[in-house]
Every structure is written in structure tokens, then in C-alpha cells.
């Protein structure tokens, strides 16, 4: 069984503090933090201009998605936006999370470097030493990244889980 979706941030949740700022945050993951972390999901949508869905849903149901969780659950918020466009504003979080996000921009490991301004904690994934082949079939520019390219970040686990590398870095360590 494959770790992908809330399960991946189911493991790591309980231990992140809030607020927590979600790159990249698809059909969104609140769920998976405890009630009042402060959760903020953003995500450009950018998918849906090919035609496509995630996890089979279209833009619109993903968008009415996010506003039901922002119903249910105090403190959470989501925005179609880019991360890129988020971050300039004057913004900081305890935890930013961004799973599989980064090997999509050909700057990823600059932009890894700049997420830190804006927290004190840091939790990444990206596709672990992923050939060049697979990554042309996944959409992403960036492949055979191993751990050695995120220098000051440690290993949030002992090694890959299912081809990805978990990646944490904490202010001050």
C-alpha cells in the first residue's frame, strides 16, 4: 500500500505546531491536523488547465470541498493561489508543509530555500532518486534528487517511503 494523500500527513500532524501554511495542497488536509491548528491550504489549481481532475474531481467540487471544510473546522482556510504569488505577502507560520510540489518547478531546491523565511518548521517530499524517464511521465522537471541536495535538512524518516523522501528543518537546528 502506498503512502499518498491525507495518509502521508496523518503521519506526520500530530507533530507539527501551528498554524500550518499547506503548499500545494490539492483537495486539501485539514482533516488530518487537530481541530484549532490554524490550517491554511493553497493550491493555483494549475491541473485543471489540461483538462484534468484530482483524485477525480473536478475544480469546482475540490473548490466546494474546501469550503465545507472551512465550515467544519475552526481556524481553516484555502486559497487558489500559488505559492509563489502567497509568499510575497508579509506572512509567517510555525510549520509549512509541502509535499510533492517541489519537483514541478525547475527552481525546486531554491524555492526550498526560500520557504524557510516564513517558518519555523519545514516538511517537505519529493520523488527520491526518480530516473528522468519517470519524471517526464509524472509532470516534473526536477529528478534524481537524493538527500544530499537539501543540504540543513534531516530525514523525517530512516529511508524513502515508496519512492519519496520526506525531508524536515527546523529554525535554529
Known amino acids: 500500500m502506498a503512502v499518498d494523500g491525507i495518509e502521508a500527513y496523518k503521519l506526520f500532524a500530530r507533530l507539527l505546531p501551528g498554524p500550518v501554511l499547506d503548499i500545494?495542497?490539492?483537495?486539501?488536509?485539514?482533516?488530518?491536523?487537530?481541530l484549532g491548528t490554524g490550517y491554511v491550504g493553497i493550491d493555483?489549481?494549475?491541473w485543471r488547465?489540461?483538462?484534468?481532475?484530482?483524485?477525480g474531481k473536478t475544480e469546482d467540487e475540490v473548490i466546494a470541498g474546501?469550503?465545507?471544510?472551512?465550515?467544519?473546522?475552526?481556524?481553516?482556510k484555502y486559497f487558489k493561489v500559488g505559492f509563489e504569488e502567497f509568499l510575497t505577502t508579509d506572512i509567517w507560520y510555525n510549520t509549512i508543509v509541502c509535499f510533492e510540489v517541489l519537483e514541478h518547478?525547475?527552481?525546486?531546491?531554491?524555492?526550498?530555500?526560500?520557504?524557510?523565511?516564513?517558518c519555523d518548521h519545514l516538511l517537505i517530499s519529493v520523488p527520491y532518486k526518480e530516473s528522468e524517464v519517470a519524471a517526464a511521465?509524472?509532470?516534473?522537471?526536477?529528478?534524481?534528487?537524493?538527500?544530499?541536495?537539501?543540504?540543513?535538512?534531516?530525514p523525517a524518516s530512516s529511508s524513502p517511503f515508496f519512492?519519496?523522501?520526506?525531508?524536515?528543518?527546523?529554525?535554529?537546528?
Open 105 to 118: 518547478y525547475t527552481n525546486g531546491l531554491e524555492l526550498a530555500e526560500r520557504l524557510k523565511m516564513f
Open 163 to 173: 519512492g519519496r523522501m520526506f525531508l524536515g528543518w527546523e529554525r535554529g537546528s
Open 66 to 76: 474546501w469550503r465545507e471544510k472551512e465550515r467544519s473546522r475552526p481556524g481553516t
Open 44 to 46: 493555483p489549481l494549475c
Open 24 to 34: 500545494g495542497c490539492s483537495v486539501g488536509a485539514s482533516e488530518a491536523f487537530p
Open 137 to 154: 511521465r509524472n509532470g516534473h522537471v526536477l529528478h534524481g534528487l537524493d538527500y544530499v541536495d537539501f543540504p540543513g535538512f534531516r
Open 49 to 55: 488547465e489540461v483538462g484534468g481532475t484530482i483524485r
